[in-house]
């Protein structure tokens, strides 16, 4: 095995040296060792990729399509996304100019930072968040602003925005908003973004927003979208990841304003050259026929939901109201103390129950713990009775 040469070891990239680990990865990967652990801990579908889309990519395999396609993406997958969105949310983008196909959200973000960031441009990042997005926007030379959410019921609102602006975040460049949230399941109302548009308008500000788990919204609440209200300067970051169980496909897409997306395209081919051609097939399809797989997810995940839900309040658990993705933000019993990494460690060890500490999604996260309801029946069943007969074995 090489090891590096000694004088080399100074010389690589110090941005990237600097770089945290991801404490979510390694907390999950520490307690996946216990014996006989439930793991609610990972955002990940427990569902399989529906049968239809998995013969749309093996029928393409087999059709020997196997060379470079398009930077942005396959035409066909270009206008999925574009009647999809068009359905969703009544906004038109033009398949030619104004999306781009992606390696997942997650490359997705890394396009959107790369091409909006100079050196030291700040992003407002509303929290608790997924970390990811921290070490995303260093990576890209920017500074993210933590926006604590957590006295608000985790929304950010208009105020709070302004507030930030007048201070800590003078003189931003953009602002994440990540609707419905991971990982507090929270989900704006079409008001709540109206009000923090005008906010982003007035200070001349660019929007992303990550709107992965907007097919998984439960109860009476409906998707919005800023770009519904801001498009011309809205970027929207979206997958099928969580949506149709599709993440390690690795798909994702960017749509927004044409002068973007010609600039997010441009460094695309730079990045992936082009997103695998199997797997375009297989979003085309999921996004052209996906809506019974939806319906059928969100039924899964609301029963699951219900659950742990109901488990949870019984044993004293305060929780961030849950509308959609798969989580749910629960504020530890009183009793337990606010330390979220030793409630979450003792429940992982005394209770073999996984959960992730609150206080690893950034500010206003101390104190809970995230409880991903991405898994099987069973172990929403079994999760529920031990951390019951846990709080209760305490009282
Ligand atoms: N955005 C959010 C808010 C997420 O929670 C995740 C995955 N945990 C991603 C993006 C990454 O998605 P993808 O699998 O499409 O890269």
Redo the contacts with the bound molecule.
């Keep these: 095995m090489p090891r590096l040469a000694k004088n080399l070891s100074d010389k690589t990239n110090t941005r990237i040296k600097s770089l945290p680990q991801s404490k979510i990865d390694a907390f999950a990967n520490e307690i996946a060792q216990i014996p006989d652990i439930v793991k609610l801990t990972i955002?990940e579908p427990d569902l399989e990729t529906p049968e239809h889309i998995k013969q749309a990519a093996i029928a393409d395999i087999k059709r020997n399509d196997s060379h470079y396609a398009p930077e942005a993406g396959k035409p066909e997958l270009l206008n999925a996304i574009s009647n999809y969105l068009n359905n969703k949310l009544g906004v038109r983008y033009d398949p030619q100019s104004e999306i781009c196909a992606t390696v997942?959200?997650?490359e997705a973000?890394n396009l959107t930072f790369m091409t909006l960031l100079n050196p030291g441009d700040k992003v407002l990042v509303p929290t608790p968040v997924?970390g990811v997005y921290f070490g995303i926007i260093e990576l890209a030379g920017g500074i993210p602003i933590e926006i604590d959410t957590s006295d608000d019921h985790f929304l950010l609102t208009a105020s709070k925005l302004e507030q930030t602006l007048a201070g800590e975040g003078g003189g931003a460049k953009a602002l994440i908003l990540?609707d419905p949230s991971?990982p507090t399941g929270r989900v704006y109302t079409k008001t709540e973004l109206i009000e923090i548009a005008q906010v982003i308008s007035d200070h001349d500000l660019f929007a992303i927003t990550?709107e992965?788990y907007a097919e998984l919204i439960y109860g009476h609440k409906k998707h919005y979208s800023l770009t519904q209200i801001i498009p011309e300067r809205t970027i929207l970051l979206s997958?099928l990841?969580k949506s149709v169980a599709m993440?390690g496909w690795r798909i994702?897409y960017i749509a927004g304003p044409q002068e973007i997306m010609q600039m997010i395209i441009k460094i695309n081919l730079y990045l992936v050259c082009s997103v695998t051609d199997n797997v375009q097939a297989a979003a085309t399809e999921a996004l052209t026929n996906g809506e019974q797989d939806y319906i059928a997810a969100r039924a899964i995940y609301e029963k699951r939901l219900n659950i742990l839900h109901t488990a949870l309040v019984e044993s004293g658990f305060t929780l961030a109201a849950p509308e959609g993705a798969f989580y749910i933000f629960a504020k530890i019993p009183k009793k337990f103390g606010t330390d979220d990494v030793k409630f979450a460690t003792d429940l992982a060890h005394k209770a073999k129950v996984g959960v992730m500490p609150g206080s690893y999604f950034g500010a206003g996260g101390a104190g809970f713990v995230r409880l991903s309801y991405a898994a099987s029946d069973t172990d929403i069943q079994k999760a529920a009775k031990r951390i019951k007969n846990y709080v209760k074995r305490l009282q």
């Design positions: 955002g997942g959200v997650s973000l997924w990540t991971n990550d992965i997958g990841s993440t994702g």
